[in-house]
């Protein structure tokens, strides 16, 4: 089993969500995130005081997928998330040992 | 002795009429930044900041262009029928006199004129602020201040004057011969005028990018009813200070202002419940909205019992109007056409049947109810050419979207520079860089 991670632009979320389903993709996990790659802060001002904000506002989409779907799953996150600018975010497997279903108990890729 | 050269019917000042008059013109102010909590509340977090901006904008212009030339292109001297003389009074010049006893002020049955013009100029300043819901998240604020300044100047002065002016819509003009036009605080003059404007606005403007596919839900509903309860509060310098005194007729039109309105919310959430399964506090919200708009040109010549029909036709009217931009694909963003057109429709032409002295229902036959559809047919057209001359013309020099990056990313960032909240809370981030 993989655990499939992106990091995207928040208002991409709807997009890759609609992807994922017509993927047939039946849970996620979405969290606000913030942070920064190359795509660097914004500036705001308050009464000509000028202020950098270091961390740009991301969504953060976790997905458990069996070994043979990650690449696929990967694939249309980036494709629905993708706006070719800077500042799109990162996608990322791992291996995962075991999951394990709370309502039922049963463990491995039973549990997906 | 120094006579000084002022306007008016010089007579002596009524005190109490006066007081009433001042504080009505403060309640209508506060109506404006009230409606920027109404309208704030109902965008998305990205996009509060820029909403109130731009009743806060329609404050500052207004607030400048009225005592320039928008008094005497609302009161002065008819141009036509149709305005006043713009140049008569600039500078509300014969509203008073400097003299060595100090100022001489015009006065009007008792009232000082230039109390009159207070009351005025918060009437054209909200009118414009309802106008700033269509066109919510996407437009450039140069444009928008750019387009309150004309609007008011081609659109709202002109249509005060007909309809209050003695110009072609009041009870000087061509139509006081089949009844007398009502008109009491701004039905055709202020709501189908806004509304109609909202229209036009949305449809120039263009829908926001995900429009009917994206949820683009309230961010903050107690931000809404907040605004509403300032609306309503703000609304009894509109209604019973159109009374101009402190009268029997103001306390009529507080009555049925409320009344109507309450009446209002439960017509909302009423036709809610029915068709949704639940009463919202949107829906609350936008019912006081709609009754207040239904009763301003009404508050004069209803009994409270009429305006409790008027009312809830009212809150179920626009209830049920609101979806209609989802059907036919015009992004009027927080509902000016279906609350403000739709209500203010319902609130002129509903005199004509429940005027207590000329409705068809009191037994006042059909001449009412011909003219209240003649002059809010008027107001419509006129406020949709215009509104649609100076849209278009805006679009073709100034522009008036955003970019797309900036309506996405949010427009209080992309113009404004500053966000509503602290999204990212782990502190150490915002490091100050100039002072």
């Given at each position: ?27 996620m ?19 000509g005081?000028?202020?950098?904000v ?34 799109d975010?990162?996608?990322?497997t791992?291996?995962?040992?075991d ?14 | ?7 008016g019917?010089?007579?002596?000042l ?48 207004i ?36 003299t ?5 002020y ?32 996407r ?5 928008w ?17 007909m ?32 509304g ?64 109507a ?22 829906g ?14 009404a ?6 019992l ?49 005027a207590t ?16 559809v003649?002059?809010?047919?008027i ?17 073709a ?6 970019s797309?990056?900036?309506e ?14 602290e ?13």
């Amino acid at each position: 089993m993989k655990l499939v991670t992106g990091i995207i632009q928040p208002h991409r979320l709807d997009d890759v969500k609609s992807a994922l389903e017509a993927a047939g993709v039946r849970g996620m996990t979405v969290s606000e995130a913030s942070g920064y790659g190359r795509q660097k802060g914004h500036t705001e001002v308050y009464r000509g005081a000028e202020y950098t904000v270091d961390l740009v506002p991301k969504v953060r989409i976790e997905v458990l997928v069996d070994d043979a779907d990650s690449t696929v799953v990967t694939d249309v996150i980036v494709k629905a998330a993708q706006t070719g600018k800077i500042g799109d975010g990162k996608v990322w497997t791992v291996p995962v040992d075991d999951v394990a279903r709370v309502r039922t108990g049963e463990h491995g890729p039973g549990a997906l | 002795m120094v006579v000084a050269e002022v306007l008016g019917d010089g007579s002596a000042l009524d005190a109490g009429n006066t007081a009433w008059m001042l504080v009505s013109a403060s309640l209508v102010l506060l109506m404006t930044p009230g409606l920027a909590f109404f309208y704030g509340g109902m965008v998305r977090s990205k996009s509060v900041l820029n909403m109130m901006m731009m009743s806060f904008g329609a404050m500052a212009v207004i607030g400048v262009v009225y005592v320039l030339w928008g008094w005497s292109m609302s009161y002065g001297s008819s141009v036509g029928g149709l305005f006043g003389n713009p140049v008569e009074q600039f500078g509300l010049k014969g509203i008073f006199e400097s003299t060595p006893d100090g100022y001489v002020y015009a006065m009007s049955e008792g009232l000082p004129v230039i109390v009159d013009v207070g009351f005025q100029v918060t009437f054209a300043i909200i009118t414009v602020a309802l106008i700033s819901g269509a066109i919510a998240d996407r437009v450039k604020f140069g444009t928008w201040l750019v387009f309150t300044g004309l609007w008011v100047t081609l659109s709202y002065f002109p249509m005060a004057h007909m309809v209050w002016g003695g110009g072609l819509l009041s009870g000087d003009g061509p139509f006081a011969s089949i009844a007398e036009p009502i008109d009491f605080a701004g039905g055709t003059v202020v709501h189908i005028n806004a509304g109609a404007a909202a229209l036009v606005l949305a449809l120039v403007v263009g829908k926001r990018k995900g429009f009917g596919s994206e949820p683009m839900r309230p961010h903050n509903l107690p931000f809404v009813m907040l605004g509403a309860a300032l609306l309503w509060f703000g609304w009894f310098g509109f209604n019973a200070g159109s009374a101009y005194g402190a009268t029997g007729d103001a306390g009529l039109a507080w009555v049925n202002t409320t009344t109507a309105t309450a009446a209002a919310i439960i017509g909302w959430l009423a036709t809610e419940k029915i068709r949704d399964g639940h009463a919202t506090s949107l829906g609350a919200a936008s019912g006081v909205v709609a009754g207040l708009v239904a009763i301003t040109p009404a508050a004069g010549s209803l009994s409270p019992l009429g305006s409790i029909i008027l009312g809830v036709v009212a809150g179920v009217l626009s209830a049920l109007a609101v979806g209609l931009k989802y059907k036919w694909g015009y992004d009027d963003s927080l509902d000016v056409v279906g609350v403000h057109l739709v209500a203010g429709l319902w609130g002129t032409v509903g005199i004509g049947f429940l005027a207590t002295e000329t409705g068809l229902f009191y037994g006042g036959g059909v001449n009412q109810l011909v003219v209240q559809v003649i002059i809010a047919l008027i107001a419509v057209a006129f406020s949709l050419v215009v509104t649609a001359v100076i849209a278009l013309a805006l679009k073709a020099t100034l522009g008036w979207r955003v970019s797309e990056d900036a309506e996405v990313g949010g427009i209080d960032l992309a113009v404004h520079g500053e966000t509503a909240y602290e999204t990212i809370q782990q502190g150490s981030v915002i490091k100050e860089v100039r002072a």
